[in-house]
């Protein structure tokens, strides 16, 4: 009597760096007011000179010097699919180090921002933002990434969906429930060292 073979596991997918998990992240902002929370080993609040050396450390894990990306809602929009023009469906974000060093997250951050500045309308269109009062001031903050569609420079591989979430009145109100779940993350991060 022969054994079961044993059970095989698909390959693990390289995953996004943690700190992408404390970020206060407005995409169409300039990079430079990305905030990070939580506190340095010190137990200090995080302040902008240790935000930049967490900002260079490899966006994914594994490393990756090659990356596909697309923001979401945007790229699985339902009007793409229902007026039949997908063709005109913005291209995913391809970022590549040619020399083979890995991506870092200020890489990304920095990529993804200058990606979505001209998708600015098209974000408003798909998340339903139609008043005028609230286009202008409408911010789209990071709230994770996830695995996404299948690549367009990389065949056969699946590329990383982007997701942000609209804050029609850019007060921050419509997000406060990602911000907090944030903090106590952090928090019980903190708490469990």
Not at 64 to 84: K, Y
């Amino acid at each position: 009597m022969s054994e079961p073979a044993p059970e095989r596991r698909p390959p693990s997918r390289p995953q996004p760096n943690e700190i992408f998990k404390r970020l206060k992240w407005s995409v169409l902002d300039p990079p430079s007011d990305v905030q990070v929370f939580g506190r340095d080993d010190e137990g200090r609040p995080l302040s902008d000179e240790s935000n930049k050396s967490l900002l260079d450390a490899s966006a994914m894990n594994p490393p990756l010097s090659r990356l596909e990306v697309s923001i979401e809602p945007l790229h699985s929009w339902w009007h793409w699919h229902d007026s039949g023009t997908d063709p005109l469906r913005p291209a995913q974000l391809f970022i590549e180090n040619a020399d083979g060093e890995p991506i870092s997250v200020g890489q990304f951050i920095r990529a993804v921002h200058a990606y979505a500045l001209p998708l600015r309308k098209l974000l408003l269109r798909c998340t339903d933002i139609r008043d005028p009062s609230n286009q202008d001031r409408a911010r789209f903050f990071f709230e994770r990434i996830m695995g996404g569609s299948e690549g367009e420079k990389l065949p056969g591989q699946r590329g990383y969906g982007f997701i942000v979430v609209e804050d029609p009145t850019g007060d921050g109100e419509a997000c406060s429930d990602l911000w907090e779940d944030i903090e106590t993350r952090v928090k019980n991060q903190s708490a469990s060292q």
